[in-house]
């Protein structure tokens, strides 16, 4: 076995041919890998074949975060154009206003200096007042952020997705969009990156699985930054993950209780979901509101979760991690490899996979 703390085990060749750059019409339309770790198993499958891999009395549990439209184009005085993400307030990049300046990924950060103003399309002027770490700045909107977001916000697509589409001719954001990258259940504004593996649910799927005696339970972690920034140091260990906030209900709790002691499933729609209810119900014992930077990894041994439906993840992440870990490294690696060699479709907008059941840690 190799040693899984190394982050060179987790990477594979993904052409560019095999990154999705529009969603599944409709979204239940998706294909779907089934993994079984306990049989050792994978079987090409489909989204509308998934209230066949479970059982009444299972609980599927959803990340109803919303993404924030948090792309914002700017330009300096030249003219040239320029463009910021924001990824929330003040130096703990919360979604508060009061907490102070907008934190912000800013493209061209280090050719423009501080205290210069740059404009928006509708002519008011966000102001660089600071560097923070890895990267991000500190912007000072004369208008308030979230009225910007309203009337010039564009949903902040993963950079693979827009660059595949330059490259292939296409607008790098369309009008669909705004709703493709966004679940179907969304409930609460704070993420900069869907929940993607909710992205394959529509009404009749979600009517399905509620016909066949699946319950549903939500988490609400607002995706950030930190969950996708590439994994820069040799070993996952020294890699450390930017903290999100998440909320999990005592309904949600509950839920799982009952659950398990009828003997169904807790299903994770989403790693998202994975780190929430690891990080109160695993050893780290974390409370039912707060921030979670937990990373996921091989020999990880998962309190809370029974099945995983994801989707497929970069090389090299620690998403990727996660998953190696609930279902075992061979099996995953053996399940890409199958993927990629039966032109399933990856990442954000790409199809689905669904793990039956966890593997137990070597």
């Not at 998403?319 to 995953?332: D, P, R």
Request: aromatic share 8%; hydrophobic share 40%; net charge negative.
């Amino acid at each position: 076995m190799p040693d899984l703390d190394l982050i060179e085990h987790y990477d594979y060749a993904l052409p560019d041919s095999a990154i999705a750059l529009h969603p599944a019409v409709p979204r239940s339309s998706s294909r779907m890998l089934v993994l079984d770790p306990a049989q050792g198993s994978l079987l090409d499958s489909h989204m509308l074949a998934f209230p066949a891999q479970l059982r009444a009395g299972d609980l599927l549990v959803f990340n109803e975060t919303r993404v924030i439209p948090s792309r914002l184009r700017l330009r300096r005085q030249t003219g040239a154009q320029l463009e910021t993400l924001v990824i929330g307030f003040g130096r703990e990049g919360c979604w508060d206003p009061e907490a102070g300046d907008a934190l912000c990924l800013l493209r061209g950060a280090a050719s423009v200096r501080l205290g210069e103003a740059l404009l928006l399309d509708e002519g008011s002027t966000a102001t660089l007042v600071g560097r923070a770490e890895h990267g991000a700045v500190s912007l000072r909107f004369e208008r308030p952020v979230f009225d910007l977001f309203s009337e010039l916000g564009l949903p902040p697509l993963p950079p693979y997705i827009r660059a595949g589409r330059r490259a292939g001719g296409q607008r790098e954001t369309n009008d669909d969009d705004r709703a493709n990258y966004q679940t179907t259940f969304a409930a609460d504004d704070g993420a900069v990156a869907a929940p993607t593996a909710g992205l394959h649910f529509d009404e009749a799927l979600l009517a399905s699985l509620a016909e066949g005696g699946v319950r549903r339970a939500a988490v609400r972690l607002h995706v950030g930054i930190g969950t996708f920034r590439p994994v820069e140091s040799d070993r996952l260990s020294d890699h450390t993950m930017h903290a999100e906030r998440y909320e999990l209900p005592e309904a949600t709790v509950d839920a799982i209780g009952e659950t398990r002691a009828r003997g169904g499933r807790v299903v994770a729609v989403g790693t998202t979901v994975v780190r929430t209810l690891e990080s109160h119900f695993g050893p780290s014992r974390g409370p039912l509101h707060g921030s979670t930077d937990i990373l996921i990894r091989p020999g990880y041994k998962f309190a809370a979760v029974d099945a995983l439906l994801t989707n497929f993840h970069q090389p090299r992440s620690t998403l990727l991690a996660l998953v190696s870990a609930f279902a075992g490294y061979e099996l995953v690696r053996s399940g890409y490899a199958l993927a990629l060699a039966r032109n399933y479709r990856f990442l954000s907008y790409g199809d689905a996979m669904f793990i039956a059941n966890r593997a137990e840690p070597a």
